[in-house]
Antibody
Framework: EVQLVESGGGLVQPGRSLRLSCAAS????????MHWVRQAPGKGLEWVSG????????GYADSVKGRFTISRDNAKNSLYLQMNSLRADDTALYYC???????????????WGQGTMVSVSS | DIQMTQSPSSLSASVGDRVTITCQAS??????LNWYQQKPGKAPKLLIY???NLETGVPSTFSGSGSGTDFTFTISSLQPEDIATYYC?????????FGGGTKVDFK
């Protein structure tokens, strides 16, 4: 069964850091690009970041550029999101999503995890 | 950034109704447009990719069309399990962007 399982969310104070993880199974992880997409409570979907199959290329939303870093470990079938300098408006459910292709610039998000909640508050 | 404008933002329909949602891009995105369904408390699910291609396993009651800046998503006969919020998403340019969503419920 194709599956993505996120972890690492929680309550954190503004300015602090958090690292999200996503464990993939049921498909050849290193054939595909991966993404993080977030959804603030009661709001729509926002793309956060994407990474190519071999980590050569990454992209970020302007709202997180310079604060968040996406990475992957193909040997561990895992995707990560290092989030620094967290702000209240980063509060959201963070989804890990598989890309259709090896490039994160192309195609759709065809498999989604169930998400991990990040709350930024003092 | 490419802005994706969905309309309506919400709609009410009856079982068996034909439902149509539109998505307009702020610039030409060719056919680089995807549609997702999100049920309450669940993760989004891919329904349509590249404007008109049905994802494997998705019922044929769902369809999509369009290219350039104007796109349409249709449910040919609304079923109870189709109650959800639907989002369009472009991948012609970074950042990847979504429409604001259309919430579909029963009249």
């Amino acid at each position: 069964e194709v599956q993505l399982v996120e972890s690492g969310g929680g309550l954190v104070q503004p300015g602090r850091s958090l690292r999200l993880s996503c464990a993939a199974s049921g498909f050849t992880f290193d054939d595909y690009a991966m993404h993080w997409v977030r959804q603030a409570p009661g709001k729509g979907l926002e793309w956060v970041s994407g990474i190519s199959w071999n980590s050569d290329s990454t992209g970020y939303a302007d709202s997180v550029k310079g604060r968040f870093t996406i990475s992957r470990d193909n040997a561990k079938n895992s995707l990560y999101l290092q989030m620094n300098s967290l702000r209240a408006d980063d509060t959201a459910l963070y989804y890990c999503a598989k890309a259709q292709y090896s490039s994160y610039r192309r195609g759709a998000f065809d498999i989604w995890g169930q998400g991990t909640m990040v709350s930024v508050s003092s | 950034d490419i802005q994706m404008t969905q309309s309506p933002s919400s709609l009410s329909a009856s079982v068996g109704d034909r439902v149509t949602i539109t998505c307009q891009a702020s610039q030409d995105i060719r056919n680089y447009l995807n549609w997702y369904q999100q049920k309450p408390g669940k993760a989004p699910k891919l329904l349509i990719y590249d404007a008109s291609n049905l994802e494997t396993g998705v019922p044929s009651t769902f369809s999509g069309s369009g290219s350039g800046t104007d796109f349409t998503f249709t449910i040919s006969s609304l079923q109870p399990e189709d109650i959800a919020t639907y989002y369009c998403q472009q991948y012609d340019n970074l950042p990847l962007t979504f429409g604001g969503g259309t919430k579909v419920d029963f009249k």
